[in-house]
């Protein structure tokens, strides 16, 4: 009889294993990509054009918050409309003429393939998002599109990265691209967000392990993205210091890529802590006269349903760059 019963204990543990593993596998083969790879677009037109001494680069960064759709089934407050959202921020953009935009939470595959294959006949250079080679984890959610050749060339996984934040490969991308024979490399990453050390350390691993090692004379390099890092804070001046980069003041009359007035936003509780300035648009010349010439504070909605719906809970930060030689 007790052998019986152990037998059936042992089944019904193997039985609950195999289910949860199962489960565990569903999860993870959703929040993997749809066989998306890295895109060039064939012919390099751009690369034939006469090499110039200077052309304007226009740089788009933006958190999208396309979170994985299957969080929508555990909790109403994670349906972020990433379906209906994906398409709408493809029509937006096609009316834009950004040369390179950068995103971050783009970690849903199937709004992420909506996007690249949307964009793709006016974007039609790509660099997925990084996975960090643990089968659990989501994407570092930072996906670079194009309209100038740009070609991945490193990335990094954070090693500070804790609580939720850690569901994710967070890091830094770095790409390298081209406008009328000038070259620039552009490093895009999305901070964590909690205890300002541990921004620190991953600071201090983008410059040592990604910016510093990829340098090159006479190629500007710019740092992009959700840094989790409002301007003017300590963190903000120990960003600027290790990287050695500057930014360009915003011209806007509410320079915040995160605010209440965003409709993903909770109202303010009218001590002003839902303003800030969390996005960046970071810059090393490396020795040739490289600059930005402005920035603004793109604020994209759509129509639906008699609702003005924001595109996304951050503000994009956008830049027009002379790049010169």
Known sequence: MRKKLTLG???????LGLAVGGILFYLVHQTRPLCLHDYAASGNENDKSVAKSETTLKIL????????TILRRLSAKLDKMQYERAPWIVDFLKQQDYDVVCFQEALDPR???VLVEGLRPV??????????????QLSSGVLFVSRVPITYKANIVFKENHGIDSMAAKGCTLIEGRKDGLSFQMAGTHFPTGKGVYKK??????????LVPNRRDKVPQFFVGDFNIKKDSEEYVFLMKATGMSESAINDPRPYSSDFKNGWKKPSDGRGN???????????PRGTKTAIRVQHIQRATHEFNGKTIDLADHYGVSAEVMLSN
């Not at 960064?61 to 994985?68: D, E, G, R, S, V």
């Not at 974007?123 to 659990?136: A, D, E, M, T």
Request: glycine share 2%; net charge negative.
């Open 9 to 15: 204990l042992l089944s019904l543990v193997a039985l």
């Open 274 to 284: 839902k303003l800030a300035l969390i996005d960046h648009i970071l810059l090393d």
């Open 61 to 68: 960064t933006w958190n999208i918050q396309m979170l994985p």
């Open 201 to 210: 350390v991953d600071c201090e691993q983008t410059v040592n392990e990604l």
């Open 123 to 136: 974007y039609p250079y790509v660099v997925l998002p990084r996975h960090s080679g643990r089968f659990w």
């Open 111 to 113: 709004a992420v393939q």
